[in-house]
Structure formats: C-alpha cells, structure tokens
C-alpha cells in the first residue's frame, strides 16, 4: 500500500486530520525530491568531466599534426564553451543545482587543460606546484561566482595536493601559500554549515577539511619535529569535540570525517608513542628552552592547542562536564604527559595506562548503553594495546601470548554477556 493510501485511510479512521495528512505528504514529496536532485548532480558532475576529457584527447590525438595558432585555438575552446554554460546557468538556470555543479565543474577542467595546453604550446617553464598554484587561483572565484560547492571540493583538493607537494620539498619556499588559500574557502563553507548543514556536499566538505590539515600541519615542522606531537593530537582532539556541535554532526561514526579522523588519529599517535624508543630519544636530546619557545613547531602547537581548548571549554559550557566522554579528556592530559617526556621515559608507562583506560571506559560505555559497536571498539583499542606490546622485545613471549589469549576471551564473553542481555530485554 502506497503512503497516500495509507494517510486516506488514517484520515478516513480519524487518526490524523486532512491538514496533517497533507503535510506529511508533502514532506515525503519534498524529500524524495531533494534524493533526486542530489543523484542528478552526481550525475551531471560526472557527465561534465568524462565530456572535458574527451575532448582533450580528441585534441590530443590529431596534436602533432596542427599548427601553433590552431594548437592555440583549441587550447580555448573547452574554456570558452564551459564559460558559456556557466553563463546559460547563471542566467537562464537560477537555482538549478543540476546545472550550476555540472557547468561549474566543467569550467573547473577546462581550466586546467588550457593552462596545461598553452604552456607546452609556448615551452613556458614551469612544475606541478606552478601548475596547481596558478590553476587554483583561478578556479577560486569561481566558487563564490557559481556558488558551487563542487567547485570548492576540487579546489580542496588541489591546493592540498599543493600543499603537500611544497611543503615537504626542500626545493620550494612557497608552501605557506596554502594557508592563505585555505581561509580563501571558509565563507563558501560557513554558508554550507548555515544553509545545508546536513548535505552531501557539506559532509563531503568536513572530511576534505579534516584530511587537509591532517596531511599539511606537518609541512609547518623545521628543526625539532618531536613537539609536532602535540600539534598533531590538540587538533585530532579539537575534531572530535567538534563533532559534538549540531552544524558537524552526522547520522553515524564513520559518516562524519571529523570524528572519525580524529579518534584514528589520537589512538595512531598513542600506539606510536607506546614505545619506548620515542621518549629515550626525547629524553637525551639537550633541548634549550629560549630556543625552542620560538620554533615553529612550538607556536604551531600552542596555536591549535588554544583552539582545542577554546572549543572544549564550549563543549563543558553547552553539555557539562558529566557528559563529556574520555577521548575528549585525552589531549588535555597528553601535554603535561609530553612535558614530563623531556626528563623521564616513566611517559611511555602513563601512554600506555591511557590507552587501556579509555578501552576500558569505551567498554564501559557500549555496555552501559547495550552499544554493541561501542563495546567492540573499546576492545579493539584493548587489543591494538596488546598487538603493539607482542612487538615490544621487552617483554616475554609467554606473556605476550597470556596477553592475546585474556583480550581473545574478554572478546567473547563480552559479546555473549551483551547478546544475552539484549535478549533478557525484548
């Protein structure tokens, strides 16, 4: 039986009334509607490109055979034409997504080619960090002209790319461009959270943001590259507070870029520093404090540290304390824990103890909300604890295998204690 059938009927039997009938109805209509929209842009996004590179390697196959000047007016004719449907969009196709993210995205490659087309045309020097830099520059106000949030994915993209490419070259000065660039995208992402804070796109946007800075911060470390841990795991934390917001927030875990990046990325960096390798190091090496209050690595990870805090102490205003989970807690914990690093290797014994507490209060938690997905993913933490320890030499092999043998059981008997209890209460 189809929904209108059944509001009939529910009206008919004077469980709702026509008004609210009606208004069901048109919510399911305007939501099936946006589904829709939303496979149509994918869609024509994807038209859009496949169209671009055909083009250019139709171009490309009869290449050797034309001359400068034709060579020349090809090179503009996908950038001409894409200008042209971008107009048509703007004028004729006011709100249209379909249009606006297919002409935008068409522009977008178009871009790209002519820039790539004309520099071999006219042997101009250049490398892929040129390449991107100028082509990103030029694809910047065409978000903001099209206002087009698949522009502004690409865009991401690319001056991540560029980022990363500069940033971890000794051959290239220039990898601060990205940072400027970056700020560049904010008011095109401000306007997603406040208008369509729930869309793919916007969902798209988070993850893309959150994988950007995960892969650049680093590009900002110079001669003591150690304190980037601390940079590292107060942005991994200020992510996942983050997500505790309406505007981050997604219908499940591994949906929502920010806190998904975050948690992997704080149990990443606290299995690596579970070892004792790191602190012995960081504890020999002569470090002079003038000296270090004033390297980058050290702003950097003040500067992201106060942010991190800043949308914590937000987080305590809005929630209160009671309801603010340990992985929340840990970067808070982890710089003191750091500090101590410089002059004992005694942190190597605190990382691992907090490793095993936030498994067991993730536990803790799963079997308090009878979360089945909870309660596994604190004994994966549990067990990836105990998987690091099998490759610490430090430790016997009998013990390593009494270890694996304790986590396997704790395994079952959770599982079976959680089922069961499910079970007690249907």
């Not at 914590?312 to 807690?329: D, H, N, T, V, Y």
């Amino acid at each position: 039986m189809s929904l209108h059938q059944d509001l009939d009927e529910l009206v008919k039997e004077d469980v709702i009334s026509r008004q609210t009938a009606d208004k069901i109805d048109a919510y399911y209509a305007t939501k099936k509607g946006s589904s829709g929209n939303s496979l149509f842009v994918v869609f024509g996004v994807l038209g859009a490109t496949l169209v671009g590179l055909g083009l250019i390697l139709i171009i490309a196959h009869n290449w050797d055979d034309l001359s400068r000047l034709q060579k020349t007016i090809l090179a503009f004719i996908p950038l001409v034409s894409a200008q042209g449907f971008c107009a048509y969009a703007l004028i004729k196709k006011q709100g249209n997504q379909r249009w606006i993210e297919s002409s935008g995205s068409f522009l977008f490659f178009s871009l790209a080619a002519v820039i790539a087309m004309i520099g071999q045309i006219y042997n101009l020097p250049g490398d892929m960090p040129a390449f991107l830099l100028t082509w990103m520059l030029l694809a910047l106000p065409l978000v903001y002209v099209m206002k087009s949030s698949m522009i502004s994915i690409l865009y991401l993209i690319g001056i991540t790319g560029y980022g990363a490419e500069t940033g971890y070259s000794s051959l290239y000065s220039s990898e601060w461009y990205y940072w400027p660039m970056l700020l560049s995208i904010v008011p095109h992402y401000y306007l997603l959270l406040k208008k369509r804070p729930q869309s793919y796109f916007t969902q798209i946007h988070h993850w893309l943001l959150a994988l950007s800075l995960t892969c650049v911060l680093g590009t900002l470390a110079d001669s003591h590259e150690e304190l980037m841990f601390i940079a590292y795991f107060s942005l991994f934390g200020l992510f996942y507070a983050a997500t505790h917001f309406s505007v981050f927030q997604s219908p499940g875990m591994f949906v929502n870029g920010y806190k998904l990046i975050g948690a992997l990325g704080t149990l990443t960096i606290l299995l690596i520093l579970s070892f004792e390798e790191f602190w012995s190091h960081l504890s020999q090496t002569e470090w002079h404090l003038m000296e270090v209050l004033g390297t980058p690595e050290f702003l950097t990870g003040l500067f992201v540290s106060l942010g991190a805090l800043w949308i914590f102490s937000l987080r305590i205003r809005k929630a209160g304390l009671s309801q603010i989970q340990a992985m929340e807690w840990s970067f808070l914990l982890f710089i003191p824990i750091f500090m101590v690093g410089f002059f004992s290797t005694i942190s190597v014994l605190i990382i691992n103890l907090m490793i095993l507490t936030l498994g067991v209060l993730t536990v803790r938690r799963g079997a308090r909300e009878s979360h089945l997905g909870l309660l596994n993913y604190g004994l994966i933490i549990v067990t990836l604890l105990v998987v690091s320890r099998f490759f610490d030499n430090q430790i016997p092999f009998v013990w390593r295998g009494i270890l694996f043998v304790l986590v396997g059981i704790g395994f079952f008997i959770a599982n079976y204690w959680m089922l069961k209890k499910r079970k007690e209460n249907v």
